[in-house]
């Protein structure tokens, strides 16, 4: 089955750390370009990250320096870790990914930033 299941949303004060995961399963992983959005309420849903098979990465300028994508191939694993966070990046985040075309997204996860 071809799915993508993220996990470690949650809440945190302003100033603090998450680490958010994907699980990637029935895709040729390695060779796959993977991102995270985010999408906060009443607004459009934006990219975040974005790390490519040669692992270079692309980010927002709202969260360089602060936020790091990376990847495990040997696990299926991406991961963004999220530092220095501020009130708004309170948002939903998705881990996305295309396959023949289509975008894939996993189910989403919430991250609530405190001020």
């Known amino acids: 089955q071809v799915q993508l299941v993220e996990s470690g949303g949650g809440l945190v004060q302003a100033g603090g750390s998450l680490r958010l995961s994907c699980a990637a399963s029935g895709l040729i992983f390695r060779s796959k370009t993977m991102g995270w959005y985010r999408q906060a309420p009443g607004k459009q849903r934006e990219l975040v990250a974005t790390?490519?098979?040669?692992?270079?990465?692309n980010y927002a300028d709202s969260v360089k320096g602060r936020f790091t994508i990376s990847r495990d191939n040997a696990k299926n694993m991406v991961y963004l870790q999220m530092n220095s966070l501020k009130a708004e990046d309170t948002a939903v985040y998705y881990c996305?990914?295309?396959?023949?075309?289509?975008?894939?997204w996993g189910q989403g996860n919430q991250v609530t930033v405190s001020s």
């Open positions: 996305n990914t295309k396959r023949w075309g289509a975008d894939l």
């Open positions: 790390i490519f098979s040669d692992i270079s990465t």
